[in-house]
């Protein structure tokens, strides 16, 4: 895996983007027509449902290919076992603080919202919190999922690169991108059906897990989806940075037939979301495919085109996109249960909720950057002398790096 001495700026920029395009579109999942979410308005918005259904064809895609580009990076200048331990107090301890911290309000917010629907009353809507909020289970994680997912997909790379370098394999591995790169061509159509056929995959399996009724097959559901679902999309990331001559195939050069493919994918994709019968479920799922892996090849190409250079003002909104992301989920559920005591149109408390959630949760990070416990907890960055804490032209590594 080859290193590059200068910092590449747009892969943090665009890891920022992604995470806080987590706002908009948990924002507008409260107010979907077609797919239900834990907190949900009584107004619903098909404007709202089709950006929610637009965002997540690549949002999480791209993240997981950016996070595999980083673990590639990093593999190269690491050994494979040190950096693995890195990543788990890089990453693990942020989720074990959102998991005591963050999931009991989410938790308390979903059940005041069926007090303040009227699908429960009162009493019984805080019978049900207090128990909620007292008793960890698996819908604790919520938004927290994409940690452990990242953590599984590290161990994997990590333990299959010092399995390389034990064996003296490297050299076969250095062949294997060779081959990728003489074929680059057929790359892009191959990548495309793969991803199509994958996200059906996934798809059929965990219908066909949560249709079984055993808490193994649920666990087996919901391990298919989502933790086992963006594993290509990371090791396509790491490919990327380990065969620097794949980009011009798989990452947006210039022209127009690209974004043009990708936007109409995604719009596809976004239309066929949460519509019922198996062949509307298939075709989403290969226009959901499609879009991701089309539409992150050119965020990736505008990212390198646009936003590789240093900019101070971008440099603080990435210092914070990860507190950001871990905050801006029970700020949206609180903000949308409040909403249900005086309904305005969807749109304008979509706004509402983004802007809010956006302010307060940078706001947030901000007071965190004072305390080198806190940066620990919630960006598990180390607890040293040293480690800096306000922004400046050269900001601290950042939580997934």
Not at 230 to 240: E, I, M, R
Request: glycine share 6%; hydrophobic share 55%; charged share 15%.
């Amino acid at each position: 895996m080859s290193g590059m001495a200068e910092r590449e700026h747009h892969w943090d920029s665009l890891r920022a983007l992604l995470m806080l395009l987590g706002i908009p579109y948990h924002a507008a999942m409260a107010y979907n027509t077609r797919v239900l979410w834990d907190v949900q308005s009584l107004d619903k918005s098909e404007t709202l449902t089709f950006l929610s259904g637009f965002l997540v064809t690549f949002r999480m895609p791209a993240f997981f290919m950016v996070a595999g580009y980083f673990a590639a990076m990093l593999l190269a200048r690491r050994p494979p076992l040190q950096w693995l331990r890195g990543r788990f107090v890089r990453l693990g301890v942020p989720f074990l603080t959102g998991l005591v911290l963050l999931a009991p309000p989410q938790l308390f917010f979903v059940d005041l919202k069926d007090a303040l629907n009227g699908a429960l009353s009162m009493p019984q809507a805080m019978h049900r919190a207090a128990y909620d909020v007292t008793h960890p289970g698996f819908g604790w994680i919520m938004h927290l999922w994409f940690l452990p997912a990242l953590l599984a997909y590290s161990t994997l790379v990590a333990l299959a690169l010092a399995l390389v370098q034990a064996t003296g394999s490297s050299r076969h591995l250095r062949q294997a991108g060779d081959a990728l790169a003489q074929r680059r061509m057929l790359l892009l159509p191959a990548v495309l059906a793969f991803a199509m056929t994958w996200e059906i995959a996934i798809a059929l399996s965990h219908s066909y897990f949560l249709a079984k009724p055993s808490g193994l097959a649920f666990l087996l559901a919901h391990g298919v989806d989502p933790y086992l679902r963006y594993l290509p999309f990371f090791l396509l990331g790491v490919a990327l940075r380990a065969v620097p001559e794949l980009r011009p195939t798989l990452v947006w050069q210039g022209g127009w037939i690209l974004p043009l493919t990708a936007t109409a994918a995604a719009i596809a994709a976004s239309l066929l979301r949460g519509r019922t019968g198996l062949v509307l479920e298939i075709l989403y799922n290969a226009a959901d495919g499609l879009a991701a892996i089309l539409m992150s090849a050119v965020l990736i190409g505008c990212a390198s085109r646009f936003w590789n250079r240093p900019n101070r003002s971008v440099d603080r909104i990435v210092d914070a996109s990860f507190t950001i992301y871990l905050l801006h989920h029970p700020l949206i559920y609180a903000l949308v249960t409040l909403f249900l005591l005086a309904p305005w149109p969807p749109v304008l408390e979509f706004a509402i909720v983004c802007l809010l959630t956006l302010s307060l949760s940078y706001g947030a990070h901000r007071i965190l950057r004072k305390s080198r416990l806190a940066l620990f907890l919630f960006n598990g960055l180390p607890l040293r002398p040293g480690t800096t804490t306000t922004a400046s032209a050269t900001p601290v590594e950042g939580t997934l790096r």
